[in-house]
């Protein structure tokens, strides 16, 4: 298998842990952007860049599963 499907086809399950109260108005919407509303949401994405700024951005709001 090439490298690029390799990468392509891993993803990483994030969940949202803690609640958005109190939380900046920036974080409420990388929050937003992951795909996750509620305490205990999941959502499998797709292993990128973009996601992984996201996730580092709201560390302490969401576990990752991976």
């Known amino acids: 298998m090439a ?3 390799q990468t392509a086809d891993k993803t990483v399950r994030v969940r949202l842990v803690k609640g958005l109260r109190g939380v900046q108005a920036r974080h409420r ?3 937003k ?3 996750l509303g509620k305490i205990n ?3 499998d994405l797709k292993d990128s860049p973009q996601v992984r700024g996201l996730i580092n951005t709201v560390y302490y709001l969401v576990r990752v599963e991976e």
């Open 3 to 5: 490298k690029s499907q």
């Open 33 to 35: 952007a992951l795909g």
């Open 41 to 43: 949401d999941v959502r």
């Open 29 to 31: 919407l990388s929050v």
